[in-house]
């Protein structure tokens, strides 16, 4: 039928703590197995492990956060700085709960927009979100098969959910490009003041 590997995605923001400093993020809940299917976001740890199912108060963060003592980071002064692997954060989430994580690894992607996200597992996410059903997803992400016809996979989808919203890898790739651009103009503007 085309379709390689598909996953589903939740998210919710947080702010992560870590001895007096703090960074807000965005928390992705996954089943790690079948995102791994879909992102190689596992292939970039640069310390600690990926997550594995069945996971529980371990949060898998992105180096932007962490900052792990890597002071040459654009956004070092901002990040967490000195956590790593081992490490263990406070996750405030925006529905009020609170909760300590251990980090269980620290990727690095070199992508700004990519390393300044968290990710769990969905039995965590379900914890944390006790009111959302298991069986719903805020995002569904498709891998195709080389070649497969993109456009009859879209319709296939929109027909069997009509009102779904999507988004090709070239758009979503635009936006990141966008607001790559904006980071980099927030971030010549700081080093001027500095």
């Known amino acids: 039928d085309g379709v390689e590997a598909a996953c589903a995605r939740n998210s919710l923001g947080a702010e992560i703590q870590y001895e007096g400093a703090h960074f807000t993020s965005a928390v992705y809940a996954?089943?790690?197995?079948?995102?791994?299917?879909?992102?190689?976001?596992?292939?970039?740890?640069?310390?600690g492990e990926y997550l594995e199912a069945g996971d529980t108060g371990?949060?898998?963060?992105?180096?932007q956060v962490a900052g792990a003592g890597r002071t040459e980071l654009e956004l070092y002064s901002s990040s967490l700085k000195t956590v790593r692997a081992g490490s263990k954060v406070?996750?405030?989430?925006?529905?009020?709960?609170?909760?300590?994580?251990?980090?269980?690894?620290i990727f690095f992607t070199e992508f700004v927009q990519g390393d300044i996200r968290a990710y769990i597992t969905e039995s965590d996410y379900h914890s944390v979100v006790q009111a959302q059903p298991w069986d719903t997803a805020m995002s569904i992400h498709v891998k195709l098969e080389e070649g497969a016809?993109?456009?009859?996979?879209?319709?296939?989808?929109?027909?069997?959910?009509?009102?779904?919203?999507?988004?090709?890898?070239?758009?979503?790739?635009?936006?990141?490009?966008?607001?790559?651009?904006?980071?980099?103009?927030?971030?010549?503007?700081?080093?001027?003041?500095?």
């Open 30 to 47: 996954i089943d790690p197995a079948r995102d791994a299917r879909v992102f190689s976001i596992y292939e970039t740890t640069i310390d």
């Open 58 to 63: 371990q949060v898998y963060l992105g180096v």
């Open 90 to 105: 406070t996750l405030l989430f925006v529905n009020g709960v609170e909760k300590e994580y251990t980090v269980k690894g």
């Open 149 to 194: 016809d993109r456009s009859a996979i879209i319709d296939q989808v929109m027909a069997a959910r009509p009102g779904l919203k999507y988004q090709t890898w070239e758009d979503a790739l635009g936006v990141l490009k966008s607001m790559t651009s904006s980071f980099d103009q927030i971030i010549t503007i700081l080093r001027g003041t500095a």
